[in-house]
């Protein structure tokens, strides 16, 4: 069993900057880490959730359109923390940001959340215009 815990979340102004943090602890060991495809997704209310950004196992990494240029996933294996760092927030990236492991070990990185078994709680991302 893989439990994942977000943090890092709050209430910033437009063009303000966070770092959210996802700690996989469990039945994870650093090569599992390595071999699975873990990514971000973020979810306001009344829509779907979406990707944001991801890694393949494959060191394939994808971004939404909408963050291309100003957020940037990273992992750091021996702290089993997945990062999402993200600058000059806008409004509309307001949301409750998961963090997920995916089912199967290898893979390119995907945005389908079909993809991963594996979810955190949430943290939430507040940006006021």
């Known amino acids: 069993q893989v439990q994942l815990v977000e943090s890092g979340g709050g209430s910033v102004q437009a063009g303000g900057s966070l770092r959210l943090s996802c700690v996989a602890s469990g039945s994870v060991i650093r090569y599992y880490f390595d071999v699975h495809r873990m990514g971000w997704f973020r979810q306001a209310p009344g829509l779907e959730r979406e990707g944001v950004a991801a890694f393949g196992s494959d060191g394939s990494v994808s971004y939404a359109d909408s963050v291309k240029g100003r957020f940037a996933i990273s992992k750091d294996n021996a702290k089993l923390t997945l990062y999402l760092e993200m600058n000059n927030l806008k409004p509309e990236d307001t949301g409750l940001y998961f963090c997920?492991?995916?089912?199967?070990?290898?893979?390119?990185?995907?945005?389908?959340?079909?993809?991963?078994?594996?979810w955190g709680r949430g943290t939430q991302v507040t940006v006021s215009s």
């Open positions: 997920a492991r995916a089912s199967l070990a290898g893979g390119a990185s995907s945005f389908a959340t079909s993809d991963y078994n594996y």
